[in-house]
C-alpha cells in the first residue's frame, strides 16, 4: 500500500514539474503566465526570460527522472527505480522549501504544490 501511495505521489509531482517546465519554458512570454511567478512588468519578465527557461528545464530533468523511476519499477527493477523517485522527489521537495523559505508567505502555496507530493512520495518509499 505505501509503495503505491508512493509511485502516485511520484507521478503527481512529476506531472506537476513538467507544467512548470511549460510555463517557465514556453509560456513565459505571455503575462498571465509570468505574473504568476511574481514578476511584476513586460520588461521584468524580459530580463529574467532565460533564468525562467533554464529553471524550467531543471524541473523537466526531475520530472523526467521520475518518470523513468516509474517505469523501472513497472518493469521489476524496484531498487532502481526507487532510488531515482528517491532522488527526484527529494531534489523537488527541497526546492519547494527553499522556495518557502525564500518566496514568503506570497509564495505559500505554490511551495506546497512543489513540496507536497514528493515529501508523500518520499514517506511512501520510506514505508514501502
Known amino acids: ?3 503505491a501511495v508512493a509511485l502516485v505521489a511520484a ?3 512529476a506531472g506537476i514539474h513538467v507544467l512548470i517546465f511549460v510555463m517557465e519554458s514556453v509560456l513565459f512570454a505571455r ?11 513586460r520588461a521584468d519578465a524580459g530580463t529574467v526570460r532565460m533564468w525562467a527557461l533554464n529553471q524550467g528545464f ?3 530533468f526531475l520530472a523526467l527522472g521520475v518518470f523513468v523511476g516509474l ?10 527505480g526507487a532510488s531515482l523517485i528517491a532522488f ?15 518566496g514568503g508567505a506570497k509564495f505559500t502555496r505554490a511551495a506546497a504544490m512543489q513540496a507536497g507530493p514528493p515529501l508523500l512520495a518520499l514517506a511512501g518509499l520510506l514505508l514501502a
Open 71 to 80: 517505469i523501472a519499477v513497472a518493469m521489476g527493477e524496484r531498487v532502481v
Open 31 to 41: 503575462p498571465v503566465v509570468w505574473r504568476r511567478f511574481g514578476v511584476a512588468s
Open 58 to 60: 531543471y524541473n523537466l
Open 11 to 13: 507521478g503527481l509531482a
Open 88 to 102: 527526484g522527489t527529494a531534489c523537488m521537495a527541497a526546492a519547494g522549501v527553499v522556495l518557502l523559505a525564500t
Open 1 to 3: 500500500m505505501a509503495l
